[in-house]
């Protein structure tokens, strides 16, 4: 499945890896009573920040990640060959890192607890990610920059 204008995107993949975050939250809510925001568990696996989850438990949770994200694409075929543009992509990945930081989370905990909480600092944080991310995109069509190869 394809949509027109995009033709490397892929709706059923997006929408079973949302399934699957959005259950992973609501287990990790009603199981351990957190919200599962991954800035805030990356800070506490560095040990910069106290949240209620153990340090071990923040680095399965961190480690699991990529390696979920392997285990994915490697079944699926889709793993990227390399990446076009490293340092960009690890300048971005700071920026990320510190506007979770300033904006006191990031999508998973704004975009989907606090959504799904009508939290309306949430909501504002979100339309700001929605809004900087079409912008960024764009960005990068216009200048026909690619991170993935």
Known sequence: MSLPGFPEAA????????????????????????????SGIATRAAGLGGSGMSRGEAWLFVLGLPLGALVVGVVTGGLPSHFAAPVPLAIAGLIVGVGTRLGSGCTSGHGVCGMSRLAPRSLLATAIFMATGIATVAAMNVLDWRVLG
């Open 11 to 38: 709706p059923l993949a997006g929408l079973v890896g949302g399934v699957l975050i959005g259950l992973a939250a609501a287990l990790m809510l009603l199981g351990n009573g957190r919200i599962a925001g991954v």
